[in-house]
């Protein structure tokens, strides 16, 4: 484990970084620290992209194959959920997406975020001895602030052309001043919380090596469920209050439960339990809660 207190984006040299242990993204090194079948066989590395969902997503319609992977080092277009904009700069995270072809109906589209949620925090467990919770659906929280965010997209056409497109954006070793000021009271990165420098090589081969895994077992039967086990352990959520903000509507209420449909359940004031499907949660306790 690299526990230097080098600084890997701005205000180093190359000497310093190497000298650190910290190099840049290099798409041998990644491949060298894989044990998957399919997840990253295929990488395209980019200095500078718009997106790498873009990216991803006009490969995929060029029928790249299933697993290849798109990283880039800096994201000038970054998309966010709700057509949010996601802060992407140089050498700080790890910006990245998987062409998934799933043999199964997108409809599970939901279920890759979470075990895409759940391999990033099992990477960033490994790598620094502390666990990222979960924020229904898909934020991944450290501090009381967002480490990272998921962004799922899919393509359903028929069974060849099917595809989903999940993207990573893991807020690695930016500091503070990285982040704009209006982002910098919710957002967060592994080096701000623990102090630790990570090798952005070595945790991109990490998720991806959990990734499939677990997308693995998805397809079999009960996959599903123990992995919902999990999600709901690592829920920062369940047990809060959390305002939900729908297109039309704004209540509170006290989060429950996790679907089998990934879905959440949120008990109100007078007793009634309603089923969020998607929307904005936040959560009393966790920076953003209004
Ligand atoms: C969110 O709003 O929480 C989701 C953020 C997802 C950001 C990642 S960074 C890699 C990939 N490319 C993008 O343009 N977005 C996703």
């Not at 799933?102 to 599970?108: I, N």
């Not at 397809?219 to 209050?241: E, N, S, V, W």
């Not at 704004?250 to 339990?273: Q, R």
């Amino acid at each position: 484990m690299d526990k230097t207190k080098g600084r890997e984006g701005a205000g180093m040299t190359e000497e310093s970084r190497a000298g650190a242990g910290l190099t840049g993204l290099d798409r041998q090194a990644v491949s060298g620290l894989l044990r998957t079948r399919a997840f990253g066989r295929n990488i395209e590395v980019h200095e500078t992209i718009g997106s790498t969902n873009t990216r991803a997503r006009d490969l995929a319609m060029a029928g790249i194959p299933h697993g290849t992977v798109v990283i880039a080092d800096e994201q000038r277009e970054g998309r966010g959920r709700r057509g949010r904009s996601w802060v992407s700069p140089k050498g700080a995270g790890i910006w990245m997406s998987v062409v998934l072809r799933p043999g199964f109906k997108v409809a599970w589209a939901s279920r890759i975020t979470v075990i895409a949620a759940l391999s990033v925090s099992e990477a960033v467990y490994e790598a620094t001895g502390s666990r990222p919770m979960i924020k229904w659906p898909n934020d991944l929280i450290m501090g009381n602030k967002k480490v990272c965010g998921i962004l799922t997209e899919i393509r359903a056409c028929d069974a060849d052309t099917d595809f989903v497109i999940a993207g990573i954006g893991l807020n690695v070793n930016t500091h503070t001043d990285q982040f704009p000021s209006d982002l910098a009271r919710s957002a967060t990165s592994i080096y701000q919380e623990t102090g630790i420098h990570i090798d952005r090589n070595r945790l991109i081969a990490d998720i991806l090596n959990s990734f499939e895994t677990l997308y693995e077992n998805l397809a079999k039967p009960d996959g599903f469920a123990q992995f919902r086990m999990r999600y709901r352990d690592l829920c920062i959520t369940l047990g809060r209050r959390v305002r939900v903000c729908g297109a039309n509507e704004e209540f509170e209420g006290t989060a429950m439960d996790i679907t089998g449909e990934c879905t959440l359940l949120v008990k109100l004031d007078d007793g009634t339990v309603r089923e969020i499907l998607s929307g904005d949660v936040s959560v009393r306790g966790i920076a953003g809660y209004i």
